[in-house]
C-alpha cells in the first residue's frame, strides 16, 4: 500500500531517517486550498497522510477534491481509480485532465449527522524531484460514516504528464466549502 | 521527542497458545498509527480482527472491497464490533498481511481507519481494502489484534508503528 523502507521492527524507540516529515497543513475554516509549497528535491519519494473534513454544513453530503502540482492547470493530468459504497463498485477513467480527482466523493461535510467524521488518504507520489519523467501518484483514500451507501473506499492513480520537472508544489482544492481546521495533511518525504 | 516513523513494539507470537496480540499504553505523541501483521493461525477460516481500546461494542464502522481472483464483491457495515478480515480467514501455513493505519488516534474525534489486507493462497485468497472507523472520541491507547476461533501459529508477528507529523 504505502511505501515501508526497510522498515526495523523491534520494541527499541529510534526513528528511521528514510521518513522525514516535510510539513503539516491544517486547515483553516476558510479556504478550500490545501498547498504544500517549495518543497525539497532531495528526497525519493513522496506521502501525504490527512484526515479531512469540509465546512459546508446542510444536508449530509461528501465531496471530491483534486490534486494539481506546481500550480499547473492544464489538461496535463490523467486518472484512474476503483471505488466502493459498500453496496456498488465502480470504475472509472479520465485523460488530459486539469487535476487529478478523487473518483468519488471521499470528504465528509459539516452536517450533524457527520459530526467527528473525517475523510482520510495517503497519497504516494514517486520520484517526484524526476526533471525526465512523468510523475506517478497512487493514493487509498476513503470515508467510513456509517450509513448505507454513504460512505467510500477510493483507490486511483494519477498521472501528470507535463514536461519533465521537479514537483515544488502540491495543490489540493476540496470541491465544496472549506477544509475544517480539523482537517490536517502532512507531507513526509521518503529518502531513496 | 518521537521520531517521524518509529517502530514503539513488535510482538512475535510463541508457541501456538495466543489468540489475542495487545499493545497497550500507547503514548500519544504520535499523529497517526501503523499496524502490520503477517500471520498464520493453527485453525483456517479464522478471523482475523482490530479492536482499539478493548472495545467490543458495536463502535466500528466499515466499507469493504474484496476480490477473490473471480470476482469483486463490496460490503457495509455501520455498526460493527471489529474491523474484521473474514470470509476464508488467515491460512495454517500460508502468511496473511494485513496493514492498518488509524489516523488522528490521539485527537478528540472519531478515528478514521483505512486497512489493507493480502491473502494470496497460490490459487485462492483475497485482496482486501477497507474504509473504517471506530466512533470514539477516546485517544486510542490500546491496539488488540486478534483471532476470532484459533490461535496465532508460533512466529507470527505484529508491529505496531507510530508516524509523526510536523
Keep these: ?23 503539516t497543513v491544517a486547515g483553516t475554516g476558510s479556504s478550500g486550498t490545501i498547498t504544500f ?29 483534486t490534486i494539481q502540482f506546481n500550480s499547473d492547470t492544464n489538461a496535463n493530468y490523467s486518472r484512474h481509480g476503483l471505488s466502493s459504497d459498500g453496496a456498488t463498485i465502480s470504475s ?12 468519488n466523493v471521499s470528504i465528509p461535510n459539516s452536517a450533524s449527522a457527520y459530526a467527528n467524521m473525517h475523510g482520510s488518504g495517503i497519497i504516494d507520489i514517486h520520484d517526484y524531484s524526476s526533471t525526465s519523467k512523468a ?48 482537517s490536517s495533511f502532512a507531507l513526509y518525504g521518503i529518502k531513496g | 521527542m518521537a521520531a517521524t516513523y518509529e517502530p514503539i ?4 507470537v510463541s508457541g501456538t497458545t495466543t489468540t489475542t496480540v495487545s499493545f497497550t499504553g500507547i503514548d500519544s505523541v504520535y499523529t497517526d498509527l501503523k499496524v502490520i501483521v503477517v500471520a498464520t493461525s493453527i485453525n483456517s477460516s479464522s478471523t482475523l480482527v482490530l479492536r482499539l481500546n478493548n472495545d467490543t461494542t458495536t ?10 481472483g473471480t470476482a469483486a464483491s463490496t460490503t457495509i457495515a455501520t455498526a460493527a464490533s471489529s ?33 489493507t489486507g493480502s491473502e494470496d493462497r497460490n490459487g485462492s485468497g483475497n485482496i482486501w481494502n477497507y474504509a473504517a472507523s471506530w466512533r470514539s472520541t477516546t485517544a486510542v491507547n490500546r491496539v488488540d489484534i ?3 476461533s484459533a490461535n496465532f501459529t508460533d512466529g507470527s508477528m505484529v508491529t505496531l508503528y507510530g508516524i509523526k507529523a510536523a
Design chain 1, 37 to 65: 509549497s517549495n518543497i525539497p528535491s532531495n528526497y525519493k519519494h513522496l506521502q501525504i497522510r490527512y484526515i479531512g473534513k469540509s465546512t459546508q454544513t446542510g444536508t449530509a453530503a461528501r465531496y471530491n477534491y
Design chain 2, 9 to 12: 513494539a513488535t510482538s512475535t
Design chain 1, 92 to 103: 472509472s477513467g479520465s485523460a488530459d485532465q486539469t487535476s487529478i480527482s478523487t473518483i
Design chain 2, 146 to 148: 486478534a483471532l476470532s
Design chain 1, 135 to 182: 510523475k506517478t501518484l497512487r493514493a487509498f483514500v476513503g470515508n467510513d460514516v456509517a450509513a448505507s451507501s454513504s460512505g467510500r473506499i477510493n483507490l486511483f492513480s494519477g498521472l501528470y504528464f507535463a514536461t519533465p520537472t521537479a514537483i515544488s508544489t502540491i495543490t489540493i482544492t476540496l470541491a465544496t466549502g472549506s477544509w475544517t481546521t480539523t
Design chain 2, 59 to 68: 463502535n466500528y464502522s466499515y466499507i469493504r472491497l474484496r476480490g477473490n
Design chain 2, 83 to 115: 474491523i474484521p478480515f473474514d470470509t476464508t480467514g488467515t491460512s495454517t501455513t500460508i502468511p496473511s498481511l494485513y496493514i492498518f493505519d488509524i489516523f488522528n488516534y490521539a485527537g478528540s474525534t472519531f478515528k478514521p481507519i483505512l486497512a
Design chain 1, 1 to 23: 500500500m504505502s511505501p515501508i523502507p526497510g522498515i526495523i521492527a523491534s520494541s527499541q524507540t529510534g526513528g528511521l531517517a528514510t521518513f522525514n516529515s516535510i510539513a
